[in-house]
């Protein structure tokens, strides 16, 4: 599982993973966990952000906003 848990935090963490070599594989696990739930959040709020941001445009826009989003 450490592996697992190493690769998902040099994925996010880049060249800084070395900050995180010295925990234990159950605090690596907890930090995963956390970075995910935070990551979830900040998604959902991207997407409500998005959502007001195309109702605040004329509706002759929305159509092509929303394409150009790739939503």
Do not use: C, N
Not at 6 to 20: F, N
Not at 34 to 49: F, G, K, P, Y
Not at 54 to 70: D, E
């Amino acid at each position: 599982m450490r592996g697992d848990v190493r690769e998902v935090l040099t994925h996010w963490l880049g060249a800084d993973v070395r900050v995180v070599e010295g925990l234990s594989d159950e605090a690596l696990e907890e930090l995963r966990d956390v970075l995910v739930a935070a990551r979830e959040r900040q998604a959902t709020a991207i997407r409500a952000a998005s959502a007001e941001a195309l109702r605040q445009m004329p509706p002759v826009l929305r159509g092509t906003v929303s394409k150009i989003l790739g939503r």
